[in-house]
C-alpha cells in the first residue's frame, strides 16, 4: 500500500505486465492535483515501459485526479 503518490509511481515499472503489452504503444500522462500531486507520464512500447516524472509533450490519454483520489483508487 502506498502513502504518496510518488510512491506509486515509482512502484508502476515492477508491477507492469510486460506480456499484457506487446504489440501496444501509448503514453499516458497523469496530472495529479492537491497536496502531494504533480505530474508523471508513463511511455509503453512493445511490452516495455518507462515511467517518468513531468510532463509528456504528445500523450494520447491524460488523467487529471486529486491526490487523494488516486491514492485511494490505486490503494483499492
Given at each position: ?10 512502484a ?19 496530472d ?45
Open positions: 500500500m502506498a502513502d504518496t503518490v510518488k510512491e506509486i509511481f515509482d508502476m515499472p515492477a508491477a507492469f505486465n510486460a506480456d499484457k503489452a506487446a504489440g501496444m504503444k501509448a503514453v499516458y500522462q497523469w495529479i492535483t492537491g497536496d502531494g500531486g504533480g505530474k508523471w507520464n508513463a511511455e509503453i512500447a512493445d511490452g516495455a515501459i518507462s515511467v517518468n516524472e513531468g510532463e509528456n509533450a504528445s500523450p494520447n490519454i491524460t488523467i487529471t485526479v486529486s491526490a487523494s483520489d488516486w491514492l485511494d483508487i490505486t490503494n483499492g
